[in-house]
């Protein structure tokens, strides 16, 4: 199986960055978790990028906050799949991130997630897998298939205390 690349722009990201591991655990995906920088290593973040295909990554997920070039960087270096999650850091309640990440030029794509929604964005990369993987596919239908239980359940306990 493919394994999907998690990158975060800072160590300080890692605890929203946690929500996309621990999904890609869940599914048993490989996965490789790195700091990098679109400003302060650029030339690191390039050369990951550039060699992500031939060192085995289906997908790159790329977390990180303020002026967040990381993913539209990564995007600019590889033809893999970049999905970006926008990060709530700084001032700006996340809009400066979500705008940076999710406003790519044709052509150079970035699939954006929301402010800090790192488990949407390990799904997306499990589903991009899961294409060509009938076992993963199935696995995805059975977390929908508990996801809805435990809406109708909540739905239960509301009916019987209001
Ligand atoms: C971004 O700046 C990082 O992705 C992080 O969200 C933000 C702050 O980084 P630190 O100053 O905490 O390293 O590049």
């Given at each position: 199986?493919?394994?999907i690349?998690?990158?975060?722009?800072?160590?300080?990201?890692?605890?929203v960055?946690?929500k996309?591991i621990?999904?890609?655990?869940?599914?048993s995906?490989p996965?490789?978790v790195?700091?990098?920088?679109?400003?302060?290593?650029?030339?690191?973040?390039?050369?990951?990028?550039?060699?992500?295909?031939?060192?085995?990554?289906?997908?790159?997920?790329?977390a990180?906050?303020?002026?967040?070039h990381l993913?539209?960087?990564?995007?600019?270096?590889t033809?893999?799949p970049v999905?970006?999650?926008?990060?709530?850091?700084?001032n700006?309640?996340g809009?400066?991130?979500?705008?940076?990440?999710?406003?790519?030029?044709?052509?150079?794509?970035?699939?954006?997630?929301?402010?800090?929604?790192?488990?949407?964005a390990?799904?997306?990369?499990?589903?991009m897998?899961?294409?060509?993987?009938d076992t993963?596919?199935?696995?995805?239908e059975?977390?929908?298939a508990a996801?809805?239980a435990?809406?109708?359940?909540?739905?239960?306990?509301?009916?019987?205390?209001?």
């Amino acid at each position: 199986m493919k394994k999907i690349a998690v990158i975060m722009g800072s160590d300080s990201d890692l605890p929203v960055v946690k929500k996309a591991i621990d999904v890609l655990e869940s599914f048993s995906v490989p996965y490789e978790v790195h700091v990098y920088s679109a400003h302060r290593t650029p030339n690191e973040a390039a050369d990951f990028a550039r060699n992500a295909r031939k060192n085995g990554f289906g997908a790159i997920i790329a977390a990180a906050g303020m002026a967040a070039h990381l993913a539209g960087a990564f995007a600019a270096n590889t033809t893999l799949p970049v999905v970006g999650i926008p990060v709530l850091s700084g001032n700006l309640g996340g809009l400066d991130a979500l705008l940076s990440t999710v406003q790519m030029p044709t052509g150079i794509p970035v699939a954006t997630v929301a402010v800090n929604g790192a488990a949407n964005a390990a799904l997306l990369c499990i589903e991009m897998l899961a294409i060509s993987d009938d076992t993963l596919a199935k696995k995805l239908e059975e977390k929908r298939a508990a996801d809805s239980a435990a809406v109708l359940e909540k739905d239960k306990h509301i009916l019987e205390k209001l």
